[in-house]
């Protein structure tokens, strides 16, 4: 069974950095691309970061661009998403999700970040 | 970016019925590969959201039947036939040909 189980998130200030980790088990997981996807409070689905499954390769859209990197440790079987200079508009719960037949086929329970003063 | 329009915004059904759920998108979604990278999602109350279609009308594993995803081009649509209390929640559609990869803003099945 894939399990995808982030943890790290939590309160921070404006401006500072924080970083998500995901520990996947159930898959091969080198054999995968993955990818970070967001929910902002009471709103919608937003993509944040994809990395390849050697992790050679990584995309992001322009609003977290410069400011996240999406990496992984294959040995260890898991996801890192590093956020810097953080704005009030990341707050959201951040998903760690797997590459399937969809770009999103499985999808953790969430954690929680909140940037706040 | 690609711009993801979903009607209606919300939607109340009688169970047993059929619900129709339209995304259109402001580019085509068809790729250079011939291949159309839409997808649907269903985000129940207090969960994840879960792969529902790929690939405009592919139901992923587990997916009932009653779930059917159709359209070319720029429009598509998810019937839901026979809605049952566990469908409800927040439907959201989603591409990945162009980047930025974009959601629509969802839409919300509620049971009369």
């Known amino acids: 069974e894939v399990q995808l189980v982030e943890t790290g998130g939590g309160l921070v200030q404006p401006g500072r950095s924080l970083k998500l980790s995901c520990v996947a088990s159930?898959?091969?997981?080198?054999?995968?691309?993955m990818s970070w996807t967001r929910q902002a409070p009471g709103k919608g689905l937003e993509w944040v970061a994809s990395i390849t499954n050697s992790g050679g390769s990584t995309y992001y859209p322009d609003s977290v661009k410069g400011r996240f990197t999406i990496s992984r440790d294959n040995a260890q079987n898991t996801l890192y998403l590093q956020m810097n200079s953080l704005r009030s508009e990341d707050t959201a719960t951040y998903y760690c999700?797997?590459?399937?037949?969809?770009?999103?086929?499985?999808w953790g329970q969430g954690t929680l970040v909140t940037v706040s003063s | 970016d690609v711009v993801l329009t979903q009607t209606p915004v919300s939607l109340s059904v009688t169970l047993g019925d059929q619900a129709s759920i339209s995304c259109r998108s402001s580019?085509?979604?068809?790729?250079?590969?011939?291949?159309?990278?839409l997808e649907w999602y269903l985000q129940k109350p207090g969960q994840s959201p879960q792969l529902l279609i790929y690939g405009v009308s592919n139901r992923f594993s587990g997916v009932p039947d009653r779930f059917i995803g159709s359209g070319s081009g720029t429009d598509f649509t998810l019937k839901i036939s026979r809605v049952e209390p566990e469908d409800l929640g927040v439907y959201y559609c989603?591409?990945?040909?162009?980047?930025?990869?974009?959601f629509g803003s969802g839409t919300k099945l509620e049971i009369k």
């Open positions: 989603f591409q990945a040909t162009h980047d930025p990869l974009t």
């Open positions: 999700t797997r590459l399937g037949r969809g770009w999103f086929a499985y």
């Open positions: 580019q085509s979604l068809e790729y250079s590969d011939g291949y159309t990278y």
């Open positions: 159930g898959f091969t997981f080198n054999n995968y691309w």
